[in-house]
């Protein structure tokens, strides 16, 4: 095994343990909403809040480095360039997650001053952390993206993936940049980070995993080259081609001019496009290999990605991104339920199905099979699903009581978050959330005893 | 068939992107002048200076912003430079002790307490809290309950106290009445404010 895929390992351990603390957290803060005063003054919704999105984003992009760190050197067929550097700079990165963690539990808030900025909590939704440690960040993707780069050049090799991979990393880079910004008027404020959230999420993230799952159908089916590439391509052209303008759903109601209420609901509408592209992608590869391959949950949970991609990201997406249902829509658990949705399906769904593929190689197991994959499979599908469906409920009894009938003065949205319908589907959420959290104890119970549970011949591995 | 050719759909990926791309940046390039203080739909800070509510506009279709006369906060009138500082104070304050992780602004945020993006204009800072703080104004009312909001309950989910202190909590005010001046395309629908009421 090249060094680089044991960074990898090192890099999907503590994705998986940031998951971890993702759902406990968001545990916490499905209870806030069903218990008024829970950990009021002590651990404040804010604060479950900001652990539980930030783990999010953590984990999933450690998740993506890892893929990347895996599936580089057989790419190329070479170790990565400064692979130790990576290393180094995952130690710090991991430290810096710790102390930024404790700051936020202990410490929580600041005064109005650059000091709260810079040590404690920079206050913008997903970006919270301070600027030191969002330097930590920055300094971290800098690596990541040297050791790809560099190791292409070393290997005089540009494959079509390694080509869209690395023209990726730039604004993958460079938009990061953004979450250090202090921009007194807020629409500008959230102008920019928009183009940070929206741009990232629905922009690089999305070729990023492209890419990912590009190398991963490769291994996992033994699918020719030439027809990933030329889908790769396609996705491109579609994510981007749709996904750059459809930022404008964001610009409909924060101060920008009319203008975005057309081209922002133009394009977002057309963003399912590339996940549908995705989906038949998926189980026209699948079907052709008549879902035989020696690691089923890597390719369920591939088909999880691509059917969690277009349900979540695009079907839920289109469902509000109009303006004139976002009118109502925008900013009630409507908008909870598709970023759930959409989240899972796009991204994490993937990132897993890469670590049973690495587990797989680096444990030397033949077959990767079993009963116990199955019921976390099941779990947190399940539990996601019923989460996703429980806040659309809410979601919507908000977007009609609080904002169509009540106008979303204070006293609209007490009534909204009183109504039955608000209040069943909060409820629903809590329960659908332990079976979540139940699925993530036997997924890690089976990744840690994956290989492990009963001797298994080594094998020579073919395309998985 | 060129339609299973990579390079084929490799030069549509890259002119995609490059047309979108530049289409965006000029979109950028107006919608930051429009939303600039003393641009098209966002207001001068100074603004905070004025009577500020939202009516229904028949022409357009939906809520503006209007802007009325003077009407002073806090009984003084801030010049640009002194309106500027309070802005700035405001905005940390929110950063600082991220509401945007309970609240929304512009329906922007978390969902657990209510968007504020018009809250300066909420009837119920008269109805309920004036009296309840016993204010004789709507931002002597604001303060009071964010300096002590455990003091001042409402419904089942209380709000923090956050230790805000009385010039935090003053700016917070000047920066909701500021951006509830902002033309936000009829977002949200239907306000009501204690005026139109």
Known sequence: MYKSQQVALKYFAAAIVLFGIMVVAGLLAATQYVHNGFLLNQLDFSITKILHIDTMILWLLMGFMGSIYWFLPGELNRETEGIKLAEIMFYILCGAIAIVALVFIVVQYGGANEFSMWFINQGRKYVEAPRWAAIGIVLVVAVFCYNIIATTIKAKKVTGIMGVLIVDLLPLFALYLIAFASITNMSEDLFWWWWLVHLWVEGTWEVLIGCIMAFSLMQLLGTERRIVETWLYIEVALVLGTGILGLGHHYFWIGTPGYWLAIGGLFSALEPLPLLGMVVHAVYDAGTHRMKTTNKPALYWMMAEAFGNFLGGGVFGFMMTLPQINLFSHGTQWTVSHGHFAFWGAYACGILSVIYLALQKAREIAEVNGGRWKWGFALLNLGMVGMVGALLISGIAQAFYERAIGGSTLQAFIEGQSNMWFVQGINARLIFGVMFALGYGVLVYDLLTLGKRKAVQPALLRPA | ?197
């Not at chain 2, 950028?28 to 641009?39: C, E, R």
């Not at chain 2, 809520?63 to 500082?85: D, H, M, N, T």
């Not at chain 2, 909420?122 to 004036?130: A, C, R, S, T």
């Open chain 2, 1 to 197: 068939m060129i339609t299973q050719d990579p390079s084929f759909w490799r030069a549509g990926a890259i002119s995609s992107t490059v047309v979108m791309s530049i289409v965006l940046i000029f979109l950028t390039v107006d919608s930051l002048s429009a939303i600039a203080p003393g641009g098209r739909n966002v207001p001068r800070y100074t603004v905070i200076n004025q009577a500020i509510d939202y009516q229904f506009d028949a022409a357009r279709n939906r809520s503006v912003p209007v802007i009325g006369g003077e009407q002073l906060l806090f009984g003084r009138k801030y010049s640009e430079k002194e309106a500027q500082a309070l802005m700035d104070k405001g905005k940390l304050t929110i950063q600082s002790r991220a509401c945007i992780d309970c609240h929304t602004f512009f329906g922007n945020g978390a969902y657990y307490a209510p968007d504020l993006t018009k809250a300066w204009l909420d009837p119920v800072w008269k109805q309920m809290w004036m009296p309840m703080t016993q204010s004789n104004t709507r931002e002597e009312a604001m303060v009071k309950f964010l300096m002590d909001p455990d003091k001042y309950p409402t419904w089942g989910r209380q709000m923090p106290n956050l230790r805000i202190t009385r010039v935090e909590a003053e700016a917070i005010v000047g920066y909701l009445k500021w951006m509830s001046s902002i033309d936000a395309n009829g977002f949200p629908f239907g306000f009501k404010t204690a005026e139109t009421q």
